[in-house]
C-alpha cells in the first residue's frame, strides 16, 4: 500500500470543515511541515470528494493565509529591526537560503512594495519571508497587505484547482504522489523564469556598457 500523508491530513482537516481549513492555512505561513502548493493540491482533491466546495476552499485558505502574513508582518514591527534582521537570518539558513538574498530583498522593499508584496507570494520559501522583508522598511500597511492578500489568492487558487482538475481526472489519485509530481514541474518553471530574468538582466548589461 502506497503511503499517502497529504492525504492523511486532508481526511483529518476535512473534519472540521472551512474552519479547518482556515487554521491550516493560518499555520502553514509559520510551520511549513510540508509545502503548500502539496497542501492546497490536496485541498482540491478533497473539495472533489466532497470535504468543502471549491470556491469556499479557496476563500477559506486565503483569509487564513493573509491572517499569517499579517501576523507576521506586524510581529516584525513589533519586534524592532535589529532583532527581527537577526531572527529571519536564522529561519533562512534553515532553508538553505543565502543570507545576502535576504538583504537585496530587504533592500528592493524600499522602491518596490506593493509590486513585490504580490509577486513574492508567487515563488517558493520566499513568500513565506516576504512579510518580515516589508515590515522592515515601514512601508504602507495597508497597500502591502492587499497586495499580498492578491498574491496569495492566486497562489493557493492555482494549486486547489490544478488539485481538483486532475483528480476529476482520475479517481483512485494519491494526493502525495501528485504532489511531488507538481513540485518537479515547480522547480522547472522556477529554474526557466530565473535563466529568462538573468539573461535578460545579463543583456541588458551589455548595452548599457556599450
Known amino acids: 500500500m502506497i503511503e499517502d500523508p497529504v492525504g492523511t491530513l486532508m481526511v483529518w482537516i476535512s473534519a472540521y470543515g472551512l474552519l479547518g481549513l482556515f487554521i491550516i492555512a493560518l499555520l502553514e505561513r509559520f510551520l511549513p ?3 503548500s502548493y502539496g497542501l492546497f493540491i490536496g485541498v482540491g482533491i478533497a473539495a472533489v470528494d466532497g470535504a468543502w466546495c471549491l470556491p469556499a476552499a479557496v476563500l477559506a485558505t486565503t483569509i487564513g493565509s493573509t491572517a ?12 524592532g529591526r535589529a532583532r527581527s534582521i537577526h531572527l529571519i537570518k536564522w529561519a533562512a539558513r534553515l532553508f538553505k537560503m543565502p543570507s545576502d538574498r535576504i538583504d537585496q ?10 509590486v513585490l508584496a504580490f ?4 515563488v517558493p520559501t520566499i513568500r513565506l519571508f516576504a512579510p518580515a522583508f516589508a515590515a522592515l522598511n515601514r ?3 495597508r497597500n502591502f497587505l492587499i497586495a499580498s492578500a492578491a498574491g496569495i489568492a ?6 486547489i484547482v490544478v488539485g ?14 501528485v504532489a511531488l509530481a507538481v513540485l518537479g514541474i515547480v522547480l522547472v518553471v522556477e529554474a526557466a523564469i530565473l535563466w529568462i530574468a538573468r539573461t535578460v538582466k545579463s543583456r541588458r548589461c551589455a548595452g548599457s556598457a556599450l
Open 33 to 35: 511541515m510540508i509545502p
Open 68 to 79: 499569517g502574513c499579517a501576523s507576521c508582518y506586524y510581529a516584525t514591527r513589533k519586534v
Open 105 to 114: 530583498r530587504v533592500a528592493s522593499f524600499q522602491a518596490n512594495q506593493t
Open 119 to 122: 509577486t513574492l507570494q508567487l
Open 139 to 141: 512601508g504602507n500597511s
Open 154 to 159: 492566486a497562489w493557493n487558487g492555482i494549486f
Open 164 to 177: 481538483f482538475a486532475v483528480s476529476q481526472s482520475n479517481d483512485a489519485m494519491n494526493t502525495t504522489a
